[in-house]
């Protein structure tokens, strides 16, 4: 398993257009992305980072860590090209 972990840059966090920007992303990957939200270094319970909906629910907002992870050849490819997707200001 492949791990990493990154703030979220957007100034609304995983919210609607940047939510629907990483799920569009994660669905083109290679290797199926789950993503948590950090709260006191301790990672919560994983979402499919391809689903909107699954996104908007953890409540990750502007400066708050997730977690994501990813199995299989492509792991590393996958997690990191979504890692720094959310990473960048998805709002602008």
Excluded: C, F, N
């Excluded at 939510?19 to 290679?30: I, Y």
């Excluded at 860590?65 to 990473?87: H, K, M």
């Amino acid at each position: 398993m492949y791990r990493r972990r990154t703030l979220v840059a957007s100034a609304v966090g995983l919210h609607a257009r940047p939510a629907g920007l990483v799920a569009k992303t994660a669905a083109g990957q290679r290797a199926k992305v789950k993503i948590a939200k950090v709260t006191g270094g301790v990672p919560g319970d994983p979402v499919d980072a391809a689903s909107v909906l699954g996104l908007m629910t953890l409540g990750a907002g502007h400066g708050d860590e997730v977690e994501l992870t990813a199995e299989g050849d492509a792991a590393r490819e996958s997690v990191d090209a979504l890692a720094e997707l959310i990473a960048q200001d998805l709002d602008a």
